[in-house]
């Protein structure tokens, strides 16, 4: 593709992408104007950076296919293993981590009482959010629980 199509191109959707955050600051505010021309100036500084012509040679280049979906891969793998930190289930077994429901032991859970169960979760949630627990001490003694 020659530079002056793709320069033509970058150019033509900043401007529309700029026109279209200007109504949208009008319409909702000025962060939301903010955002938008933040992301309008992209195709712009792609061309000025050279990655237009990277991206017009990637549709015909199978090695630049496969890097792309290697990123992509390597994005996925990053963000899948986020959510299990998050969740606690890239535990490793001898971490001392005990599940909740489990023993000490980490064998099958235990069938617990409704009774027993409750101020255990209400402990974890309390050593958790302080505010959170007195919230639900306030309640608890107004019968709103």
């Known amino acids: ?3 002056f199509f793709l320069f033509s191109i970058s150019l033509a959707v900043t401007v529309l992408g700029l026109a279209g955050s200007w109504a949208a600051a009008r319409r909702r ?3 939301s104007g903010l955002r938008g021309a933040a992301w309008s100036l ?3 500084g792609a061309y000025l ?4 012509k990277f991206l ?10 496969a890097g792309v979906i290697v990123l992509g891969l390597g994005a996925v793998l990053y963000v899948t ?4 930190l998050r969740r606690g289930g890239g535990a490793k077994e001898g971490s001392g981590r005990v599940d909740a429901g489990r023993g000490d032991s980490g064998g099958a859970p235990k069938a617990a009482s409704k009774g ?3 101020p255990a979760v209400e402990e974890r949630k309390a050593a958790a959010d302080p505010d ?4 639900e001490q306030i309640l608890k003694n107004r019968g709103i629980s």
Do not use: C, H, N
């Not at 959170?132 to 919230?135: H, V």
């Open 29 to 31: 505010g000025a962060a």
């Open 132 to 135: 959170l627990a007195e919230i």
């Open 1 to 3: 593709m020659s530079d």
């Open 81 to 84: 293993s986020g959510v299990m």
């Open 116 to 118: 027993r169960a409750k």
């Open 56 to 65: 017009a040679d990637l549709v015909f280049s199978p090695v630049k296919w």
């Open 42 to 44: 992209v195709p712009l």
């Open 49 to 52: 950076t050279g990655l237009t």
